[in-house]
């Protein structure tokens, strides 16, 4: 009976404008809810940091993350729905992450969400993750609509992906081995930085001097568009470690400099590479890493001197948020994809553009 009432209300969703969508994110340490209308209205947008909590281990500890997320989440609904200022009656759709991330975090997102859905009656839309970040920039910039490409970079991907239509997604490129998120991060735990490490180390970047070649050649971009960050994190982690075995004073600010520069560098020659190839004159920057503003003004240099503009959503839009789920989900069931079940699971690992 609720998947027929369902599958009935998700067909209407095509052709309905102002859709409005209630989005659930628990993938890794934020516990979020959030209501967009037209996919690009926020209603509401409510986010549970649980930094504090993990601060303490010097990174997220996954069984301390669902436990959390399973405290917080029912709340975090609620308060979604006052700010809104609207009742669960005027939704049209649940939408919610199911992949990729920390497993047992999802899960608590994705249960939760079938609960709901179920309790009101409204259709379930399965949202990845990679997919929801890029979205965020149909809130931040209203008129923008796709071809373009779009980087993500956050502390699981870094992908460079080109953005055909609303729901198309073709790999140009991207890490083979570490994300630069969890590059920043692993960086910063080196040089004795709190977690989160990404903001930190921008922070520090801003009074070092960039001067300490980490990488023993300068590197190119590959044909094949790849990246890799796990070689220049083991080189920061060695230079550290040789000057504590010396008794030397560790040159934090610069440090952080140099990594940035390196690792900014590399990956805004690439992009470049990636927005000629797909013959695209847009750029958009999504996930975690994209608020940080050495990498922005590395690619706003770029677009200006290879002709192609570049937007990116504001820091709170960047990192885990519930709206940008949400958005997804709007331009997903314009499409006619994305429904599911009551047996929707949590995957830990997925790619882009495989929807259920
Ligand atoms: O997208 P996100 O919130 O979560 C994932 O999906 O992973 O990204 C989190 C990552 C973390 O690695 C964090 O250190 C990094 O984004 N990050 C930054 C900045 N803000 C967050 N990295 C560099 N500079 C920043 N300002
Ligand atoms: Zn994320």
Do not use: W
């Not at 516990?31 to 993990?54: E, K, P, Y």
């Not at 917080?72 to 919610?96: F, H, M, Q, R």
């Not at 920057?285 to 050495?294: F, K, P, R, T, Y």
Request: charged share 20%.
């Amino acid at each position: 009976m609720y998947q027929e009432n369902a599958k009935k209300q998700f067909e209407l969703l095509q052709n309905k404008k102002d859709a409005v969508i209630l989005g659930v994110e628990s993938s890794c340490d934020e516990t979020a809810a959030a209501v967009v209308r037209g996919g690009r209205f926020v209603l509401s947008n409510i986010i549970a940091s649980q930094i504090d909590i993990h601060r303490r281990f010097g990174g997220v500890v996954p069984e301390v993350a669902s436990r959390n997320h399973t405290l917080a989440l029912p709340a975090i609904i609620d308060e979604a729905l006052k700010a809104a200022n609207i009742t669960s009656k005027e939704l049209d759709a649940v939408a919610v992450t199911y992949g990729a991330g920390l497993i047992g975090a999802l899960l608590v997102g994705v249960s939760a969400a079938k609960a709901y859905a179920y309790a009101i009656d409204k259709p379930l839309i399965a949202v990845n993750h990679i997919e929801a970040h890029v979205a965020a920039n149909y809130i931040s910039h209203p008129t923008l609509t796709p071809p373009f490409v779009a980087l993500v970079a956050s502390g699981g991907h870094t992908l460079l992906l080109d953005i055909p239509d609303y729901n198309g997604y073709e790999l140009l490129g991207g890490t083979l081995d570490d994300a630069l998120g969890e590059a920043f991060d692993k960086v910063a735990r080196t040089v004795g930085l709190p977690y989160p490490g990404g903001p930190n180390v921008e922070r520090m970047a801003k009074a070092g001097k960039a001067d300490i070649a980490f990488y023993k050649h300068a590197k190119g971009v590959r044909s094949d568009l790849a990246l890799s960050y796990s070689g220049l994190k083991t080189a920061v982690v060695n230079y550290v470690h040789t000057l504590r075995q010396k008794g030397e004073e560790i040159p934090v600010a610069d440090i952080c400099a140099s990594f940035t520069q390196e690792a900014v560098e590399l990956l805004a020659k690439t992009t470049v590479e990636a927005v000629k190839r797909a013959g695209r004159t847009r750029l958009v920057l999504a996930g975690g890493v994209a608020s940080n503003g050495d990498l922005r003004a590395a690619l706003e240099r770029e677009g200006n001197a290879h002709g192609f503009s570049v937007s990116y959503p504001p820091p709170v839009l960047c990192t885990d948020n519930a709206a940008m789920v949400a958005s997804r989900a709007y331009f997903m069931a314009r499409g006619n994809i994305g429904l599911v079940g009551l047996d929707l699971n949590a995957k830990s690992h997925l790619t882009f553009g495989a929807h259920l």
